[in-house]
């Protein structure tokens, strides 16, 4: 172990903090992923919106998307034309908020207008203030996840074998993968619904019943950025940034190769060590806030 | 998602047979076309022409998610277009190899055009008779799906490589780690214009022009990578492309969006029967 790699290591995890927090908070803004489920029900079940429909494919594989382009063309500028990293990932990320600008858009004013029949207008100050804000998000994304590929390739030694643009990709897929599965439930289940019973999860009669209106006035996809950015964006950025560094400070401490079985029994220990924190996560909002409402005992198989 | 559904007939203008003519063609077209150019002049000049190709088997992709996807697969969309580009990856890296083999690369896209079918074939009889799905359309969709993530990975290889050799092409789009961007990017080109427009009202020319507006964006990320395979001036040659070919569909696409919604409005308040 050196203290240089640390540093990398610790800079990793940092960066992944904040690529996780605003890839989730992004997804907010556009409604993309689970609770995307539910804003397009929300026309259908006779409540017009002015809710943002971005729907581009579900999050892992979009941000997939944007961090792969984000890294070609930071390989491209680093190896062609010898830019310095850091502005090759900021000329990459720039490239991924077109991208996604592009996408957003047309996702948009696609899915509303195959609305029409539940009268789903399409509002373009919508357009114009929320996609800036997406893309935004997307550039802080595919900045950060790109700076991890370029620290994985060319700073943190042993280099890793695999060229920036695959790295970026399969980073890219886990983080939407992970702000799919921590940070959209905020968003679908408190921001979209905001009255239920504990534990309740959602009854089939309220799907597309989503909350419409605001304090004052309507409610945009603005004001879930500002619910959003509260909780479920910063749990998301810390899922992923434990992920990327637990992992990689087990074989920064541990020598992948002489010291391969340390470096296992670490990971099998971080993930028993969750598993327990899930549990008592769990048994202590039980404890707090239940019984489950609804809850009449155990039904026998 | 699933519940937004598409209307489960699929009503279409175009008929599925001659998109799948247009798009195995118009792409095989592109892809000889520009291999030959650049060998008969000696340059990589031409490699746009495989680029814009590809988005003939795009458009042939995006069809055959639409008719699978109408039998109320919503949330299943991103997976069939994932599917699509992976069958193609195996199938497009199989049919170069072989044709390297026999010394014969032009033969490649044949030998994977017909493997691709074949496989994609079987894995729809998988997914009806193993699996379960039972959508009439699956197997010939997932025989389009195959066919068209063949055509696109292969087209937009040349495109990034400048020649159809198995090895430049392992050196050029493998190495670089380029597949990535033609695999996702070829992928959202497939399966997002049925999912950016999913719901009652999807038309079907509004479907496809979205396809061909991502293709463009696809191009313009294929025109970046030229910029390291092929030089500035070259890459920036295709980026130009894709950003022409990008804004004219999506103009297109905004003025059908138009056509087609309840109201398109600067700003206001929710309709009057939902307030």
């Known amino acids: ?301 | 998602m699933t519940v937004g559904g598409g209307a489960t007939s699929a009503p279409a203008k175009f008929e599925p047979q001659k998109l799948r003519i247009y798009g195995i063609v118009g792409s095989l077209v592109g892809i000889y076309l520009a291999v030959v150019l650049n060998q008969a002049t000696g340059t990589t000049v031409f490699s746009f022409i495989a680029a814009i190709g590809a988005l003939f088997g795009v458009v042939m992709g995006a069809n055959a998610v639409r008719r699978v996807c109408s039998y109320g697969i919503g949330t299943g969309v991103p997976s069939i277009g994932m599917l699509a580009l992976g069958m193609g990856i195996v199938a497009a890296l199989f049919g170069l190899n072989l044709g390297a083999q026999f010394g014969m690369d032009w033969l490649g896209p044949i030998i994977a055009l017909i493997y691709s079918l074949i496989f994609g074939y079987v894995v729809g009889l998988i997914a009806n008779r193993v699996m379960g799905f039972n959508i009439p359309v699956m197997e010939e969709g997932l025989t389009d799906l195959s066919g068209a993530g063949t055509l696109a990975i292969i087209a937009w290889s040349v495109a990034i490589s400048g020649s159809l050799s198995y090895s430049s092409i392992v050196a050029d789009v493998l190495n670089t780690g380029f597949i990535a961007i033609i695999f996702i990017c070829g992928g959202l080109a497939i399966l997002h214009p049925f999912n950016a427009n999913l719901g009652p009202d999807e038309k079907q020319d509004r479907t496809l022009v979205n396809g061909v507006m991502v293709g463009g964006v696809a191009i313009v990320a294929t025109g970046v990578c030229a910029l390291l395979t092929q030089g500035m001036i070259l890459g920036l040659l295709q980026i130009v492309v894709g950003f022409v070919i990008w804004y004219y569909f999506f103009v297109w696409y905004f003025r059908l969006a138009k056509r087609d919604a309840a109201a398109v409005v600067g700003t206001g308040l929710l309709p009057p029967s939902a307030l």
């Open chain 1, 1 to 301: 172990m050196d203290a240089f790699n640390m540093g990398l290591v610790a800079a990793m995890g940092a960066l992944a903090t904040v690529a996780g927090a605003s890839e989730d908070i992004d997804s907010d803004i556009g409604s993309q992923s689970n609770p995307n489920s539910q804003v397009q029900l929300a026309a259908q079940v006779g409540n017009p919106h002015r809710i943002y429909n971005k729907a581009i494919a579900g999050e892992p594989p979009s941000n997939a998307l944007w961090c792969t382009t984000a890294a070609i063309m930071a390989y491209v500028m680093i190896t062609a034309y010898g830019m310095p990293l850091i502005f090759a990932a900021a000329a990459g990320a720039a490239l991924a908020a077109l991208f996604d600008g592009v996408f957003s858009v047309s996702a948009y004013i696609g899915r509303s207008a195959s609305q029409a029949r539940f009268n789903q207008w399409i509002y373009l100050d919508i357009l114009r203030y929320t996609t800036p804000s997406i893309m935004a998000h997307v550039w802080i994304t595919s900045f950060c996840i790109v700076t991890v590929s370029i620290i994985q390739v060319y700073l943190l030694t042993p280099h890793h074998p695999f060229p920036i643009p695959i790295i970026a990709l399969i980073w890219g897929l886990t983080v939407g993968a992970i702000g799919s599965s921590v940070g959209d439930i905020h968003y679908g289940g408190e921001r979209e619904f905001q009255w239920r019973l504990f534990g309740q999860g959602l009854n089939t009669m309220l799907s597309g019943q989503i909350v419409r209106k605001a304090e004052a006035g309507l409610r945009n996809s603005i004001d879930n950025a500002w619910f959003c950015a509260k909780f479920g964006g910063p749990a998301t950025g810390m899922g992923f940034g434990l992920t990327v560094f637990l992992d990689n400070w087990r074989t920064a401490v541990f020598d992948p190769v002489t010291q391969s079985f340390a470096a296992i029994a670490t990971g099998i220990f971080f993930v028993i060590v969750m598993i327990l924190y899930n549990f008592y996560c769990e048994l202590s909002a039980r404890r707090k806030y239940g019984p489950y409402p609804g809850y009449k005992g155990d039904v026998a198989a």
